[in-house]
């Protein structure tokens, strides 16, 4: 006889060990999940889907989570063994935001989990907390049942305070809250390859949901979509997976026809491919990154793209490299920041992120900068950018750079697509997009052009 799968067991079982990986062992969610989502592709679509959402919704809202857990639990979230306490994080989850799964089936579920991995004797206070908190969770329903922002929004006090300082309660709040909606899975047209149109009736020929984004309408926000690998347009290279936010900063270093450009950390390769797709064919663009294993990610997505003209470079960006000097028109220095702008997506960061490491990226981000920009032409381009949306890596940066080096900031407004919401310009050849104004993350871009 056939051995009976119990699904939603399975399913939270897979759960389980995706967030054991990220939340004690400092991984991060959309490495694991990925992961676990190729290693499982036989699942279904929906099963797949209640895999992400219980492991991205349980790291979005965990610390508000965690409050609640100690509502009803007589030991400390610090002090439990680190699979009760995950098990209990993401079963909480389910109970106070998955509507469709019954309260009964995930304490049920979560009391087998316990067994099968060997927590037996903790079968009774699982069921206990989990039991407590689906009676009260009416309590839990409106925003008047947290008394901070910090909770409201299940984000780290000093991350919300540091955001009030800077852009008042009201904006800090949009932001916040911003993360905690549903976001599309954005792809870039490579309009090279094919047009917009044309790409647009391969995906919907294959019932995937596609809408332009107005003012950039080579950008799409997907929907109904099981596997990307699934669609003919990805397979095919006709479409490139890149937020909205990242492909601005195509729109505004304009490549002119001909022009070399220095991607110095380009992995996995959405920019420089977007630089090169605007060339069409003509001009070099050299996508760099510090391993082998980012290059590879690179190489793959510039043969899958069938893109011209890129290349992917092995090179440490910390490492000055004396036959670039003065040959580039554009200099892109998209730099590893603090990640705060992204936090919808990838919502580990939060609980990665501290203010030491903020200085100490800033630092780096400097460093790189003292050496990059040799490479520029006279005259020509450094395009700096990050993913975040702390003034000391973005603004306070720039300013630091016009100050030590031979650049002058250039303003970009007329390089800006049409409707474009969300953005906060404080000085010169600089734009803060903010989250939760827009269709945009949290994202900065600076532009500034070597003196002759």
Request: hydrophobic share 40%; aromatic share 8%.
């Amino acid at each position: 006889m056939a051995k009976t799968v119990d699904r939603g067991l399975e399913n939270r079982e897979i759960v389980l060990d995706v967030l054991m990986e990220v939340l004690e062992k400092g991984a991060f969610i959309h490495q694991v999940l990925g992961q676990a989502l190729y290693k499982y592709q036989y699942l279904d679509k929906s099963d797949r889907a209640f895999i992400t959402r219980a492991a991205e919704g349980t790291l979005d809202y965990l610390i508000q989570i965690d409050y609640i857990i100690e509502k009803y639990s007589s030991v400390k979230i610090r002090k439990m063994k680190p699979l009760i306490r995950t098990l209990l994080r993401m079963s909480a989850y389910q109970i106070l935001y998955m509507d469709r799964v019954p309260d009964a089936a995930v304490c049920n579920e979560a009391v087998k989990l316990a067994a099968k991995r060997r927590f037996a004797g903790l079968k009774g206070f699982v069921n206990g907390v989990l039991r407590s908190i689906s009676r009260e969770k009416a309590a839990f329903a409106s925003d008047a049942a947290f008394d901070s922002p910090s909770l409201r929004y299940s984000i780290p006090q000093w991350i919300y305070d540091q955001w009030e300082a800077e852009y008042g309660r009201e904006r800090a709040e949009t932001v916040c809250a911003s993360f905690l909606k549903e976001r599309p899975l954005w792809v870039r047209c490579n309009l090279s390859r094919a047009s917009a149109d044309e790409i647009l009736a391969s995906l919907r020929a294959q019932q995937a949901e596609a809408e332009p984004l107005p003012g950039m309408e080579y950008m799409l926000a997907l929907s109904r979509v099981n596997r990307l690998e699934d669609l003919e347009a990805f397979r095919e290279g006709l479409i490139q997976v890149q937020d909205a936010s990242s492909a601005l900063v195509g729109e505004i270093a304009a490549p002119r026809p001909g022009d070399y450009v220095i991607d110095v950390c380009a992995a996995p390769g959405g920019k420089s491919l977007h630089l090169a797709d605007r060339l069409n064919g003509t001009g070099t663009v050299e996508a760099r990154d510090l391993t082998p294993q980012k290059i590879e990610m690179i190489e793959e997505n510039i043969a899958r793209c069938r893109m011209p003209g890129v290349r992917a470079v092995l090179q440490d960006a910390l490492a000055y490299d004396p036959d670039s000097r003065e040959k580039a028109d554009i200099v892109l220095a998209d730099l590893p920041c603090s990640g705060l702008g992204i936090m919808g997506r990838k919502p580990d960061i939060k609980y990665h992120m501290t203010p030491e490491k903020m200085r100490e990226l800033a630092a780096l981000q400097r460093e790189i900068l003292s050496v990059v920009w040799q490479y520029v032409k006279p005259g020509g381009l450094l395009l700096y950018s990050t993913c975040t949306i702390d003034r000391l890596e973005n603004e306070e940066n720039v300013r630091w750079f016009a100050e030590n080096f031979p650049f002058e900031p250039v303003d970009f407004s007329n390089r800006l697509p049409d409707g474009i919401a969300g953005g906060v310009s404080r000085q010169k050849g600089c734009l803060q997009l903010l989250p939760g104004a827009g269709p945009f993350d949290g994202f900065f871009i600076s532009l500034l052009k070597r003196q002759e």
